[in-house]
């Protein structure tokens, strides 16, 4: 089945440590996101790339980085240097380079928290 | 700058009751697209539907029909005949046609719906 699958489901973080949440998807998709979801809250983009080897910042990127060395994959680094990291997580992509009137394809999340 | 409201945080009915989600948007852009996604435990978001902002008619799929009133910026969901796995949170979205992609989609916080038995 095609989708994205988003690995662990649940991460816990040591103060000082980076961790690196996994999107992978095979839908054959230019775009990809990564989202911040607080408890009440709607979703916040933090980073995302239209095409391999490019990606930008969204509105919350700082203590965030990420790398698209391959189509199907989207990795997001959480760093030290961000401060208040617990949050779920989620993965997208869309078809045609993201434009305005794209859907969304998700993956069904990771739950990040700090021992 | 665009964006969403969902003023109601959490519904609760019991089930086979209709059950309306509210959605209001804010924007400058004349060409924009609305969404709807459900998000139901299990944590991934799901498509539900979309709208351009040149086509106001109203759509129904099944239980579920949207409400799109450009006069009222609104862009109301409602479920007819409510079921136990329509438990989810529900989101609503805005794309603007003219200023980007969909980067620039900005989600309202979420309508918590509990369909009791």
Redesign the interface.
Same mark, same amino acid.
């Given at each position: 089945d095609g989708g994205i699958t988003q690995s662990p489901k649940y991460l816990f973080r040591k103060e000082g440590q980076n961790v690196t949440l996994s999107c992978e998807q095979n839908l054959n998709h230019d775009a990809m996101y990564w989202y911040r979801q607080d408890p009440g809250q709607g979703l916040r983009l933090i980073y995302y790339s239209q095409i391999v080897n490019d990606f930008q910042k969204g509105d919350i990127a700082e203590g965030y980085s990420v790398s698209r060395e391959k189509k199907e994959s989207f990795p997001l680094t959480v760093t030290s240097a961000q401060k208040n990291p617990t949050a779920f997580y989620l993965c997208a992509s869309s078809s045609d380079r993201g434009l305005a009137n794209e859907k969304l394809f998700f993956g069904s999340g990771t739950q990040l928290s700090v021992l | 700058a665009q964006k969403?409201t969902q003023a109601q945080?959490e519904i609760s009915v019991v089930e086979k009751e209709d059950v309306t989600l509210d959605c209001v948007y804010e924007t400058r852009d004349t060409t924009?697209?609305l969404?709807w996604?459900k998000q139901p435990p299990?944590?991934?978001?799901?498509?539900l539907i979309?709208r351009?902002s040149f086509d106001e008619q109203n759509e129904i799929s099944g239980r579920y029909s949207w409400n799109f009133q450009k006069s009222t910026s609104s862009f109301n969901f409602t479920i007819t005949a409510s079921q136990v796995v329509d438990s989810a949170v529900y989101?609503c979205a805005l !794309? /603007?046609?003219t200023?980007? @992609? !969909? /980067?620039?989609?900005?989600? @309202?916080?979420?309508t918590k719906l509990t369909v009791n038995p």
């Open positions: - | 969403v945080t924009y697209y969404f996604y299990s944590g991934e978001l799901v498509f979309r351009n989101f !794309s /603007e046609g200023q980007g @992609g !969909s /980067e620039k989609l900005v989600f @309202g916080k979420g």
